[in-house]
């Protein structure tokens, strides 16, 4: 496989460094030259990585090309490149649909959309692909947890749900704030809450349980778990999550 980065970010460094750390099989990987640092770093890491002299180059030397630029400069970015009918397309940029895609990379006729995190680059991280794909799942279930999906709408949820991440490192500052408040020093506070998270993470991937078959595991009755869960259902707070993420998916709709 000959694959090929339009964007070289964050993204683009998570998803290189898992395939190189986890054994993803390619025959070579081609990067665009935006964010030189970023671009050279990666090609240091492996002599079959190197940097193209332009975005136009990464297409001539990858049957596989990974779309990594952000939503506002796409059209301007894709627009000015010659695709070709080999090439097989995985877009990374969020809110452009794949119909919009499609008429972006003509001729190329095979194009799905995926949302990678950085933890890919560790082997921890969950990747949404719409339609179902081959490629995409071959090297994202090896950097952590594929899941394919058959149309946009499941997809866009999906996405909306990665709107969460600041919440829930904000969630954590609150309880590291508390025991602060309780005479603990920051640097204690953050160490335990973090490896708390890494304990319940790992617990949800030992099961297939549904997550509210968790949630009553680990209540006992008039408890301290059940005592803090009744509070925060009382006071709404679940509630609040999903109006969240309804506001989020009515502005992903409004781009499409």
């Known amino acids: 496989m000959r694959l090929g980065f339009i964007g070289t970010g964050t993204i683009t460094h998570a998803v290189v460094t898992g395939m190189l750390r986890f054994g993803v099989s390619f025959e070579r990987i081609s990067l665009s030259p935006r964010n030189a640092n970023t671009a050279a770093e990666l090609a ?19 049957d596989v090309v990974c779309l990594a630029v952000v ?18 397309i995985i877009s990374f940029i969020a809110g452009v649909s794949l119909d919009e895609l499609s008429r972006l990379v003509l001729p190329a006729d095979r194009v799905a959309r995926a949302v990678p995190l950085p933890a890919v680059a560790e082997g921890k991280g969950s990747t949404a692909i719409c339609p179902a794909d081959e490629v995409a799942k071959a090297i994202f279930s090896a950097l952590g947890e ?12 999906l996405s909306a749900v990665t ?5 829930f490192y ?4 609150s309880q590291a704030s508390w025991l602060v408040q309780h005479g603990l020093n920051y640097p204690a506070a953050r160490a335990f809450l973090s490896g708390y998270c890494i304990g319940l993470a790992h617990d949800t991937a030992q099961t297939k349980e549904p997550f509210s078959a968790m949630v009553k ?12 869960h009744t509070e925060l259902s009382r006071r709404g707070t679940y509630a609040h999550y999903n109006q969240a993420l309804d506001e989020v998916m009515r502005r992903i709709k409004a781009r499409a």
Do not use: W, Y
């Open 44 to 62: 240091m890491l492996d002599e079959r990585v190197r940097v193209c002299g332009s975005n136009q180059e990464v297409l001539e030397t990858s």
């Open 71 to 88: 939503p506002q400069i796409a059209a301007d970015v894709l627009g000015e490149l010659e695709f070709d009918s080999r090439h097989h």
């Open 146 to 157: 594929a899941v394919e999906v058959d149309d946009e709408r499941k997809f866009d949820a």
């Open 163 to 167: 709107a969460t991440m600041a919440s």
């Open 170 to 173: 904000a969630v954590l500052e």
């Open 217 to 228: 595991h680990c209540m006992t009755p008039g408890g301290l778990n059940e005592q803090v």
